[in-house]
C-alpha cells in the first residue's frame, strides 16, 4: 500500500516506488493526474481477480514487483483518501467475492515472505489464458 514500508522503499533498496503517500502531494494538475492513473492502476492490480491487472501493472507501468500486506483484505479495506477509498472499496469487496489474484499467484511470482507480508516479482506472473479460452 502506498503508506507505511512504501514510503522507506526507495531509502532502504535504492530503488524506485511507484506510489507512496510521502509522494502522493499534488503540487499541479499534471501530477495529480499522472499520481491518480497510478494509484488506480495499483487498486486494480492489488485487489485484483484475475492476472490480467497484475501484467497490466508490470506491463504498462514498468513495476517489477508488487509488495502485499495481507492484513488489507480482511473485513475493511485499506484507508488512503479521496477519490481512492472509494475506488478500493468496491475492489477490496470484489476481491474477497471472488479471492484474490495475488494468492493464485504466490506459487509462481512469490519471492519473499514474512509475517503479513508478501512480495510478487511481476515478471514471474502465471501466463493469462489466450482469448477465448
Known sequence: ??????????????????VTLETHQAFHLG???????????????YFATSGTALAQLRDTFGV?????????????PPPYFAPFDDW????????????????????????FSEGHYV?????RLAPLPAAGQ
Open 1 to 18: 500500500w502506498p503508506s507505511g514500508p512504501m514510503d522507506d522503499l526507495p531509502y532502504v533498496s535504492h530503488r524506485r516506488a511507484f
Open 31 to 45: 501530477f495529480a493526474e499522472e499520481m491518480r492513473r497510478r494509484m488506480r492502476g495499483l487498486i486494480d492490480a
Open 64 to 76: 517489477t514487483h508488487l509488495l502485499v500486506d495481507t492484513t488489507h483484505f480482511g473485513s475493511t
Open 88 to 111: 478500493t472499496r468496491a475492489a477490496h469487496a470484489k476481491a474477497r467475492a471472488e479471492g484474490p489474484e495475488f494468492v493464485r499467484q504466490l506459487g509462481v511470482a512469490g519471492v
Open 119 to 123: 512480495l510478487l516479482e511481476l515478471r
